[in-house]
């Protein structure tokens, strides 16, 4: 019903910085939240930060208050992920996901991933 397309990763070099963006395709996105997760090699996912599609209400993870900014364009229908002062650390697959909030699972929606690369 919903389709999530990720596109940004990359190799970055420590303190740099890059944007991820996240085009959906559907009906009405009043009811959604918007979220972006993060998976390490060997590690579980992670809840990085989301956004409240009607409202613009933002959470963030607190590994990454004050580096990162979510937003989005409602008439480009895109969510995006600004990523600073990248480091190490922060080299993961990011995922986009889509929370119908009218239903009882978390998170409905998931894109394929995007690797981003920290390199030291």
């Known amino acids: 019903q919903v389709q999530l397309v990720e596109s940004g990763g990359g190799l970055v070099q420590a303190g740099g910085s890059l944007r991820l963006s996240c085009a959906l395709s559907g009906r009405s996105f009043g009811s959604y939240v918007m979220g972006w997760f993060r998976q390490a090699p060997g590690k579980e996912r992670e809840f990085v930060a989301s956004i409240n599609w009607d409202t613009g209400n933002t959470v963030y993870a607190d590994s990454v208050k004050g580096r990162f900014t979510i937003s989005k364009d409602n008439a480009r229908n895109t969510v995006y992920l600004r990523l600073n002062s990248l480091n190490p650390e922060d080299t993961a697959v990011y995922y986009c996901?889509?929370?119908?909030?009218?239903?009882?699972?978390?998170?409905?929606?998931w894109g394929q991933g995007t690797q981003v690369t920290v390199s030291s």
């Open positions: 996901a889509a929370d119908d909030i009218t239903t009882i699972e978390s998170y409905d929606y």
